[in-house]
């Protein structure tokens, strides 16, 4: 039985407007992790990550520069978070 690992993480900074969403997609799902993504009210962009622990901490350090535009504040990471059934990972809409 394999181990997995799942995180909750929030991104502060200029990640709005900037594609943050589609690239953590993207990143995601090539590391083969499962979660969401969306952005919140305040500015900052939430995922949660589960897989791989490898997978899930390459995800989390990814996540402190992001993708180009983005200008990454901080990165809030804690175990645990809800991850939704299905085994893909998805952008939440608002």
Known sequence: MSETRTIS???????QG???????QSEARARGLAGTV???DDGSVEAVFSGAPEAVAEMEALCRSGP???RVADVTARDGGDVPTGGAFRILRD
């Open 68 to 70: 180009p535009g983005a």
């Open 18 to 24: 900037v594609s943050y969403r589609a690239w953590t």
């Open 38 to 40: 969306r952005n919140r």
């Open 9 to 15: 993480v929030i991104v502060t900074g200029r990640v």
